[in-house]
């Protein structure tokens, strides 16, 4: 059933203390690092130092003979994997590519990529054991640009890519891993039909995630093969299934617990760490921690492509857009799987476009090997779509809002990658935006406004919770989604929701993979929406067995209880005039109506409501140095039905202000020697408190009518935005269009000067 | 060298450890104290996670070496709170949900805690540069500076 | 088991004998700040950590004769929380102040700062232009050294093994005197400077300038002065020419690098930038 009148709710939409809140100010919450097993060794990396080169050999005797070193491992000891297609992570997954990208088999491919690992029993001896190992190295030339990877000539990384969805199929392998194609329509007639026409080129840097906890894990095995994973991720059934297949182990050899996750926004989809630590503890018979450090985690792990973004748009005067085509090159890092797919089928989303054409391709390079980040490819490719309609809105002498309104996605709108949409938000955004008081502020010298908009699809998929009515009437759930921001206090809400109770009455826990149903991993904007839906239809149907037991008790047919506030109550006068039983009173009585009163759902949730958002961004630039600084910033987004009001605000902050990053100072810098010379946190620059101004966040509720709250998901689409938004208001404010991220002050500068 | 004997205070009780010389403060708090709830993020002082207050001004435990932890007075978050009753800031970060992941949150209550021992009445401004240091990724800093400046003028009785 | 060991001498000499003594490479440390970094990440393997702190007369800051005596750990913080300094140094205490976080200004010390030899360390180009001296102590004796003379290249200073710096002097300021740091980073903390400028300014009754001193960080292998910028200023009211001709001396004595912080041409142009904005606070603090 749905809960979807507002006014009918009483706990959805309040403001509750997060259930594991005093764990994390008290510095009580285990997180991957804090974990420890008795005996446990010290496991490290060694990384390599050539951004592309053969390995001739690797001789680890010298490191396997020092004291204290228990265990050394190479490719040698992880199965040769065959190339295989997945879908276990945020996106799709070859195994081979995982394996050699977590432990490199006959080439390194990138600067950090991990070549041998060791096990010791303190880190000084570890340390000391990397360098005893003996790696040969033949250097090969390398690739880093997007474009000079795509060109004729260019260093091959890998001898058996041939490019797929290109006509003719290539007989010549290259770095072009992949080309596709969305279109509706005929876009070449439709452009002939346009009065105004704008091109642009716009480019973006590869940005790193940036979770401030590093990838750590503890891993035991035992002489019977049974392995246990402690471990941070956005999924522990992920990192159990990447490690068996790495590992060559069953599913149920191995038991991974999920601990506290310290931030992930994508880059915690995948594994690293966890099947290095398995073998080096088979090996050892001990159980093996790793931890990352800041540079390790900047060199191998993550980030997310940067892209060049060809956009074209056609309008008719009145600001109709007639025709619309980009083209984009996403940089995938060592191996393909650039997020260019979701580019392209995101970047026009927010328009009712009959004749459109998206191109990407995902490209390889010698950089680590891309992970999702929040809301993967759209924030690259909506900076181009989004900064080309600020230039015709410019261009056709129209308010921005206006044009988009023009031309906005409705309900029945056919999308460029496919579905026709339904119970959007989009115009809702737009909407308030244009009334928001901040719309229509003053503006000082030197300062500018930008507005851009952004689409995410949001996803549900396959998650299990289960609710277990205590002997006291306290109630239990446990899901399989690890809580990166919150998300136990939505479950907890949107079952007290059901079972009519207080929500402190109900405690929310991780299960791990032996203690839950299969839960596909935190991504996607998924949880609230999938592992929501799990939870309410465990509640209840817990709600439907306390109604037979109350019939019990009472001696009456099941059907002539109701269930209110929290309480059995008769149905009607006929039912009988019994006192209501709560929950508790229920609960006490349960193994003598029956016994425990549980409920397990699992669900694949489909219908996950697609998300909206329009930001509004003003800047200040000073002129003689180039910086710039963000006044106030305003992101109005349809979130469904907010469960948890101040953590779906949190979510919209908190992607505003990574993308806010994104446009003004964070990039990989590569050196002429292919390696990336700023990984920490002194020169990879994220926000820190002083750069941001409060954001204010607007929340628009446009209920899914497909989960049972009306929830959409939340956490990606605030990211989308942001990146044009700035660039938008920085062209307001100088001028100056500043296609190329980031806009780093010494590129403003040069700008000014070059004007 | 063999490992060198340091007597201290750490949230308030009497504290000694063995240290070798280049073991830093958060190495001895996390894996030989087990008060794993300051973190590291970095190692190199560029994050905050690992905030203490030493001899009352906070520092990154990860740039302090465990051995000049002698005869000092130091906090971690697992002395912030006094037995069951959370700090106001604790309870202030809790009620305007200034944490998603919670990662960042020792660091930054501790440090927060630091500023208004010292300046109980901040501006916005003063706030944000105070906690510069205290690197967070999820929350864009809003929630966080908003339970900041409600611990304070609670603590002032305003 | 490390082979590194650890001092905390009690006394200069109890110092100067360690450092003369010891085996393999001695790294000194103030606060620390740069140091543990450095041995975190395996660019120093030193044999022996010589804590300075416990020296009498490091820590801490004393008002002598008008001008002021900072002992070469006392943490930055210190400094900031320091009236006199506030009053006479404003510039100095800015500068200072920009050194890392908060947690770091707890910590990290002028003379950390200034030996780490880095040609970006905010405080330096502030001493420099308050014509700050060293006084450094060592197997030979003590001898004082103008902050200008201490850092010869990257990571390299004047020090000779054995040698440390014990406090820091500042001269009495002159009457209507003040000065003024500024330094450009891409966000507004937690950055290294990509330019720093110090500016230090006395004038006369009229508001005329009659001294002057201007130095420049991150603009070459050390921080630099720019005597022809001091010499535009003075006689000057700081008006519009005076500061064109700053800008101009700034931008000719810079000899930058292009890297991860900013580019050469960059550099260059906001050297002269920071100059001018550092002059006319300065100017202003000074009664001009």
Known sequence: ?755 | MSKIHVTTTINGEPAEFLTEPQMSLLDILRDEMHLTGSKEGCGSGDCGACSVIMDGRVVCSCLVLGVEAEGKDITTIEGIATGEDLHPVQRKFLEHAALQCGFCTPGLIVATKALLDRNPDPTETEARYWLAGNLCRCTGYDKIIRAVMDAAAEMRGA | MSSLSYAAPTSVNEAVGILAGAQGLAKIMSGGTDLLVQLRSGRTKPDIIVDTKKIPGIMGIKEVDGGFVIGAATPCSVIGEHAGMNAAYPGVVEASGLIGSTQVQGRCSLAGNLCNASPAADSVPAMIAARATAIVVGPGGQRAVPVEQIVTGPGRTSLAKGEFILEFHLPKPAPRSSDAYLRFIPRTEMDIAVVGAGVSLTLDASGVITDARVALGAVAPTQVLVPEGAKALIGSKLDDAALAKLDAAARAVCNPISDKRGTIDFRIKIAGVLARRAAAIAYKRAGG
């Open chain 1, 1 to 755: 059933m749905t809960y979807l009148n507002k006014a009918d709710l009483k706990v959805v939409g309040t403001r509750p203390i997060r259930p594991d809140g005093v764990d994390k100010v008290t510095g009580r919450a285990v997180f991957g690092a804090d974990q420890a097993l008795p005996g446990m060794l010290v496991g490290k990396l060694l990384r390599s130092p050539h951004a592309h080169a053969k390995i001739v050999s690797i001789d680890t005797s010298k490191a396997l003979a020092l004291k204290g070193v228990k265990a050394v491992v190479t490719s040698a000891d992880f199965p040769d994997i065959a190339s295989e297609e997945a879908f276990v992570g945020e996106g799709p997954m070859n195994f081979r590519d995982l394996s050699r990208n977590v432990m490199a088999r006959g080439k390194v491919l990138y600067h950090g990529h991990a070549v041998a690992a060791v096990a010791a029993t303190t880190s000084e001896i570890a340390d000391a054991a990397l360098a005893l190992i003996d790696v040969k190295y033949d250097v090969l030339p390398f690739v880093i640009d997007v474009e000079e990877a795509m060109k004729p000539g260019a260093p091959v990384l890998h001898n058996d890519l041939f490019t797929q969805g290109a006509t003719p199929q290539p007989t010549e392998p290259s770095n072009v891993a992949k080309r596709v194609q969305f279109a509706l329509g005929d876009v070449d007639a439709a452009f002939k039909t346009a009065d105004v026409i704008v091109e642009g080129r716009y480019t973006t840097e590869p940005v790193h995630q940036a979770y401030i906890e590093p990838h750590a894990c503890v891993v035991s095995v035992g002489a019977d093969g049974q392995a246990i994973i402690y471990s941070s991720s956005q999924g522990h059934f992920m990192v159990r299934a990447y490690c068996a297949k790495l590992l060559g182990m069953e599913l149920s050899d191995i038991r991974a617990m999920p601990s506290e996750i310290g931030g992930g926004f994508g880059g915690k989809t995948l594994v690293y760490l966890e099947p290095v630590a398995m073998a080096l503890s088979k090996h050892s018979g001990r159980p093996v921690k790793m931890v990352m450090t800041r540079e390790d985690v900047f060199r191998a792990t993550g980030p997310t492509s940067g892209g060049v973004i060809e956009v074209k748009l056609g309008a008719r005067k009145d600001g109709t857009i007639v025709a619309a085509e980009a083209i984009l090159k996403f940089q995938a890092g060592a191996f393909p799987g650039s997020p260019v797919q979701p580019g392209c089928m995101t970047c026009f989303a927010m328009y009712d476009l009959k004749d459109v054409r998206i191109i990407g391709y995902d490209v390889v390079s010698n950089r680590p090997k891309v992970a999702a980040y929040r809301a993967p490819g759209a924030p690259i490719s909506t900076f181009g779509t989004e900064s080309a309609m600020d230039e015709l809105a410019r261009k056709l002498g129209m308010d921005p809002i206006e044009l988009r309104l023009k031309n906005a996605a409705k309900d029945g709108t056919k999308a460029a990658y496919g579905p026709t949409l339904q119970n959007i938000g989009y115009i809702p955004t737009l909407e308030a935006a244009k009334a928001h008081p901040h719309y229509s502020a003053p503006l000082g010298p030197n300062q500018g406004r930008g507005v851009a908009s952004g689409f995410w699809f949001n996803i549900g998929g396959e998650s299990s919770g289960s609710v277990h009515v205590n002997e006291d009437g306290s109630v239990s759930i446990v899901t399989g989604s690890p809580d990166i921001g919150g998300s136990r206090a939505s479950m907890a809400m949107m079952c007290a929701e059901v079972l009519g109770i207080p929500v402190d009455k109900v405690r929310p826990v991780v299960g791990d993979t032996a203690t839950i149903g299969f839960t596909h991993l935190t991504g996607g904007s998924r949880v609230t929406f999938a592992t929501g839906m799990a939870v309410t239809q465990a509640a209840e149907k817990v709600r439907d067995e306390l109604k037979v037991r109350a019939a019990k008790i009472w001696d009456i047919p099941p059907d002539a209880v109701d269930w209110k506030d929290g309480m059995a109550v008769p149905a009607g006068a006929n039912a009988g005039g019994f006192e209501p039983l709560s929950l508790a009173d229920i609960a006490i009585k349960a193994a003598k109506t029956g016994g425990p009163i549980i409920s397990e759902v699992s669900v694949n949730a489909q219908g996950a409501g697609p998300g909206y958002a329009t930001h509004i961004c003003d800047i200040e630039v000073d002129p003689e140095t180039g910086h710039t600084t963000v006044l106030r910033y305003t992101a109005i987004q349809d979130v469904g039905r907010a469960i948890h009001p101040s953590y779906v605000e949190g979510q919209i902050q908190g992607g505003a202000a990574q993308g806010i990053g994104w446009a003004l100072n964070e990039e990989y810098i590569y050196n002429a020697k292919g390696e990336l010379d700023n990984p920490g946190f002194l020169d990879y620059r994220v926000p820190v408190a002083s750069d941001m101004p409060m954001i204010e966040a607007v929340m628009i509720e446009v209920p899914n009518p497909r989960h049972p709250f009306g929830a959409k998901g939340v956490g990606e689409v605030p990211i989308v935005p942001p990146l044009a938004a700035v660039a938008n208001a920085v062209r307001s404010a100088t001028g100056m269009r500043m296609a190329d991220l980031p806009i780093s002050p010494p590129k403003l500068r040069a700008a000014f000067d070059a004007r």
